[in-house]
Nanobody, 123 residues
Framework: QVHLVQSGGGSVQAGGSVRLSCAASGRTFRTDTIGWFRQVPGKERESVGNFNWSGGSAIYADSVKGRFTISGDNTKNTVYLQMNSLELEDTAVYYC????????????????WGQGTQVTVSS
């Protein structure tokens, strides 16, 4: 079992930055993949990107590429989503999730999910 706890988020003006954290505990492995997703009410959940512990690499959705950065700190078992140049369309509830094994594609399913955190971008 893996337990994910998210922190960060809140309200920010367009063009600003926010960092989200996803701390993992429990039966974690260095081959796990941590994904970031977001969801707006009435819309499908969207993959933002993911981070592979095994290679320390991240991939991103086209909608956030160049603005968002995913990184990991293995001393804290935490993955971060740094969001810069935020746009109104980035407003959503953001979730982190974990799955076993490396994954170099933006896809589901994931096995464990964080509680979600709201990010609101205003003009």
């Amino acid at each position: 079992q893996v337990h994910l706890v998210q922190s960060g988020g809140g309200s920010v003006q367009a063009g600003g930055s926010v960092r989200l954290s996803c701390a993992a505990s429990g039966r974690t492995f260095r081959t796990d993949t941590i994904g970031w997703f977001r969801q707006v009410p009435g819309k499908e959940r969207e993959s933002v990107g993911n981070f592979n512990w095994s290679g320390g690499s991240a991939i991103y959705a086209d909608s956030v590429k160049g603005r968002f950065t995913i990184s990991g700190d293995n001393t804290k078992n935490t993955v971060y989503l740094q969001m810069n140049s935020l746009e109104l369309e980035d407003t959503a509830v953001y979730y982190c999730a974990a799955r076993r094994g490396p994954d170099y594609y933006l896809r589901e399913p994931y096995d464990y999910w964080g509680q979600g955190t709201q990010v609101t971008v205003s003009s």
